[in-house]
């Protein structure tokens, strides 16, 4: 069959709907089609935080190279050693106190991204400084439908006092447009595909959704006649790309749709829906966001995305893995051999939800590649170690190749007290941001 030039930005269009496309042969230059490899493709940049620190124990390899042992947290990832990178020595100076006192937690989270140290407040005043996606997006976003997309499992606050006299806006908050406006994140899966496959004039009132799920029609449905002429247009390897697109499209649908679900009484009648359509189990409200985390990067919809796995200082706990208590709590373990034991199967809990994510971008090809060796994922915290509170020697690491730029993975060991910011300022000229400085960055990293 012959098949006529793709635009990259082409959709399937029904009522209310706008379903962005995977990267189909169809939409690729002839040299691409046959055989360019996977720097050809957009790089993206997910940064992932998670809150209170890491059980280093079973975090940092006790071996360097490529060739490092994989630590007791990271055995979830073992599928994808080659795309993993683990950082030792990074610093995170701007969430030291410099003579601030107490607030680590919240100088950590505001700090993750931007390598500022913010101003203690909890009133209006607050300053802090631009993030890593952000300087991104304002150079790449045009790019794409959208600069960036600010997701986590827990919500933002722009006011208030969560540690020590810092606003509860450096706790929540990841993304920071300049030193006094932070993004507020979205923490409700159906509003995420709400924005990922609404068209632009009808996502924003909330509309859109409850006319479908009134008709119990999917958003597929309404786009299938357009789905149906363009694989007409295409060659049998799209055609399979778009049909497995489309089925992972529809799964992620139902299963958001279940969430939405009545829950029935023990007399028969139906309690209150949930307003949000947020689930009750934290791994499935983790594996939905997951989800919209790969149908972004899937479809181009976004190359810059920031992701809270809770906000820092967070008191969550896990009783479904045995650690009922704060999440906080354990951090302090004050060296408690049942504490510390607790805090690592969180800490193994939220990477099996990286594990997850890895999954899905592996399992597409792009190009020569897939959507995983075409990423960059940060994964860390601000924080080393939970009872001590430092900021040295943070738990970094990285998932994806970068297009083919990253041409060794494997487990770094830096010089004491490499600022953070150097990785970042190495990524953004991954991206084609050429820029001289960021944060405290005092030169490219260098690795590999």
Not at 142 to 151: G, I, P, Q, V
Not at 218 to 240: C, F, H, P, V, W
């Amino acid at each position: 069959m012959k098949t006529s030039r793709l635009s990259r930005r082409t959709v399937l269009r029904g009522v209310g709907t706008a379903i962005g496309l995977p990267l189909l042969e169809a939409m690729l230059p002839t040299r691409s089609v046959l055989g360019a490899g996977p720097s050809d493709q957009p790089v993206r940049m997910l940064f992932m935080m998670v809150p209170n620190g890491i059980h280093m124990p079973a975090w940092t390899p006790s071996t360097e190279g490529p060739k490092f042992e994989l630590p007791q947290t990271m055995a979830p990832l073992a599928k994808y050693r080659e795309h993993l990178s683990v950082f030792t020595g990074l610093t995170l100076d701007g969430a030291r106190d410099h003579g601030d006192g107490p607030g680590d937690h919240a100088r950590s989270g505001a700090s993750f991204l931007t390598g500022a140290h913010p101003r203690k407040t909890d009133g209006a005043d607050i300053k802090n400084g631009i993030s890593i996606d952000q300087v991104a997006a304002q150079s790449i976003g045009h790019k794409t439908r959208f600069a960036s997309l600010e997701l986590g499992l827990e919500g933002s606050s722009q006011s208030g006092n969560c540690d020590s006299g810092y606003s509860c806006a450096y706790s929540s908050n990841l993304a920071w447009r300049n030193d006094t406006s932070p993004l507020a994140k979205e923490m409700d899966p159906s509003s995420v595909y709400e924005r990922l496959f609404g068209t632009p004039d009808k996502v924003s009132d909330g509309k859109n959704h409850k006319s479908r799920a009134g008709k119990r029609k999917s958003i597929l449905d309404y786009a299938l006649e357009d789905a149906n002429q363009l694989k007409r247009r295409l060659g049998a390897a799209d055609q399979r790309k778009l049909d497995e697109y489309l089925y992972a499209v529809r799964d992620v649908e139902n299963r958001l749709l279940k969430t939405d679900k009545l829950q029935i009484g023990e007399n028969g009648i139906p309690n209150y829906s949930r307003p949000a359509g947020v689930p009750r189990e934290w791994a499935e409200h983790c594996r939905l966001m997951m989800d919209m985390i790969a149908l972004a990067i899937r479809t181009d919809a976004s190359r810059v995305l920031t992701f809270m796995m809770a906000n820092e200082g967070s008191n969550r706990g896990y009783p479904e893995i045995g650690a009922p208590e704060s999440h906080h709590e354990l951090s302090h373990h004050g060296k408690s051999a049942e504490k510390q034991e607790k805090l690592q199967k969180i800490n193994a809990f939220h990477i099996q939800q990286l594990a997850y994510l890895s999954e899905q971008l592996a399992g597409v090809q792009e190009g020569n590649g897939t959507l995983l060796d075409n990423c960059m994922i940060i994964y860390g915290s601000g924080i080393s170690d939970g009872d001590r509170h430092n900021h040295d020697d943070l738990p970094i690491l990285m998932l994806g190749n970068a297009g083919g730029r990253i041409k060794k993975t494997g487990h770094w060991r830096l010089p004491s007290n490499t600022p953070l910011c150097n990785l970042y300022l190495w990524m953004l000229h991954q991206v084609g941001v050429k820029a001289d400085r960021f944060g405290d960055s005092t030169d490219l990293l260098k690795f590999g």
